[in-house]
């Protein structure tokens, strides 16, 4: 069985910081969506296993995704945050094939972690 558990969303003021984890069972290509009420679920972060990474260009420069392959745990680096990244966090595996940001690439969702962000 497939299981990812997400940890480390809650409340910041704008400009805040936080640090999302992911914990496991497959730990192959992966990566962070978020969706926000009443939009698309879109994708933050990706990361193969060796360390290869994309993100969205609304991130860039503020989010770092990286992973632990010993611990089998990936995280999410979310520094300077904004109102506009208020939204559940997912944590999903992605299968070998297809585009890092569609998230029919993904195989196995966790149940997603909340942030919110203050101005």
């Known amino acids: 069985q497939v299981q990812l558990v997400e940890s480390g969303g809650g409340s910041v003021q704008s400009g805040g910081s936080l640090r999302l984890s992911c914990t496991a069972s497959?730990?192959?290509?992966m990566g962070w969506f978020r969706q926000a009420p009443g939009k698309e679920r879109e994708g933050v972060a990706a990361?193969?296993?060796?360390?290869?990474?994309s993100y969205a260009d609304s991130v860039k420069g503020r989010f770092t995704i990286s992973r632990d392959n010993a611990k089998n745990t990936l995280y999410l680096q979310m520094n300077s945050l904004k109102p506009e990244d208020t939204a559940m966090y997912y944590c999903?595996?992605?299968?070998?094939?297809?585009?890092?940001?569609?998230?029919?690439?993904?195989?196995?969702w966790g149940q997603g972690t909340q942030v919110t962000v203050s101005s």
């Open positions: 497959v730990y192959t290509y």
């Open positions: 990361i193969g296993y060796y360390g290869s990474t």
């Open positions: 999903a595996a992605k299968r070998p094939e297809g585009p890092w940001f569609r998230s029919d690439s993904y195989n196995y």
